[in-house]
């Protein structure tokens, strides 16, 4: 019976939009929680930015589209929200669907092709030490201007951190390469498994 209730309570073109949204949640969730080690190339981002806007341009009309007309209705609780709360709703999900699209074309969805097809090699960046934060965000960290990328960071253990030059100084990393990005490996944990002597920096250099 409870069963019965909760498909009967969703009408077909909600069961629509579901079908349509939680792809989209389900892709999002390991880019926001997992490692985030990845790094689309500029191509890839850019496809994946303007087909996220896309995407939420055509499903904020349609939805509109269903509930001027009916076919959808909102929770009765929305009849009580003020006009503040209403706005913010309006501005806030498209927002949301979005990140959630731009995640999975550009970070999910690459990445696992990355997994399935890549080649690993070494590449060189000139890098300087940093100090990250937030919930989701390490403490100890490198940065480039070139790998400055949006939900992109490559993070080292404290000790590893201090051990580094205070300077810009060339660094080697392994990543996996794919036609559409590069996965950086040897961070968070595994960075525990390196053989890095503590004075190998007299070139101003590292190989990670």
Same mark, same amino acid.
């Given at each position: 019976?409870?069963?019965?209730?909760?498909?009967s309570?969703m009408? &077909?073109h909600?069961?629509?939009?579901?079908?349509?949204?939680?792809?989209?949640?389900?892709?999002?969730?390991?880019?926001?929680?997992?490692?985030?080690?990845?790094?689309?190339?500029?191509?890839v981002?850019?496809?994946?930015?303007?087909?996220?806007?896309?995407?939420?341009?055509?499903?904020?009309?349609?939805?509109?589209?269903?509930?001027?007309?009916?076919?959808?209705?909102?929770?009765?609780?929305?009849?009580?929200?003020?006009?503040?709360?209403?706005c913010?709703?309006?501005?806030?999900?498209?927002?949301?669907?979005?990140?959630?699209?731009?995640?999975?074309?550009?970070y999910?969805?690459? &990445?696992?092709?990355?997994?399935?097809?890549?080649?690993t090699?070494?590449?060189?960046?000139?890098?300087?030490?940093?100090?990250?934060?937030?919930?989701?965000?390490?403490?100890?960290?490198?940065?480039?201007?070139?790998?400055?990328?949006?939900?992109?960071?490559?993070?080292?253990?404290?000790?590893?951190?201090?051990?580094?030059?205070?300077?810009?100084?060339?660094?080697?990393?392994?990543v996996?390469?794919?036609?559409?990005?590069?996965?950086?490996?040897?961070?968070?944990?595994?960075?525990?498994?390196l053989?890095?002597?503590?004075n190998?920096?007299?070139?101003?250099?590292?190989?990670?």
């Amino acid at each position: 019976m409870k069963r019965t209730g909760l498909k009967s309570s969703m009408n &077909r073109h909600q069961k629509v939009l579901c079908v349509i949204l939680l792809p989209m949640v389900i892709l999002s969730v390991p880019q926001i929680f997992g490692p985030t080690n990845f790094l689309p190339n500029p191509e890839v981002a850019t496809i994946a930015l303007y087909l996220s806007a896309f995407v939420v341009i055509v499903v904020s009309l349609w939805a509109g589209y269903l509930l001027h007309t009916g076919k959808i209705t909102p929770d009765p609780q929305w009849h009580s929200f003020g006009l503040g709360k209403k706005c913010l709703t309006f501005i806030g999900c498209p927002l949301l669907l979005w990140m959630m699209c731009h995640l999975s074309f550009g970070y999910t969805i690459p &990445r696992i092709w990355t997994m399935l097809s890549s080649e690993t090699i070494t590449v060189a960046y000139q890098v300087t030490k940093y100090r990250g934060g937030g919930r989701h965000s390490c403490t100890y960290q490198l940065e480039n201007d070139q790998l400055d990328r949006m939900y992109f960071q490559i993070c080292v253990p404290r000790d590893f951190w201090y051990r580094l030059p205070d300077g810009p100084f060339i660094a080697m990393f392994k990543v996996e390469q794919s036609p559409v990005g590069m996965t950086f490996k040897g961070t968070r944990e595994d960075w525990f498994e390196l053989n890095l002597p503590t004075n190998s920096y007299s070139d101003r250099s590292a190989r990670f």
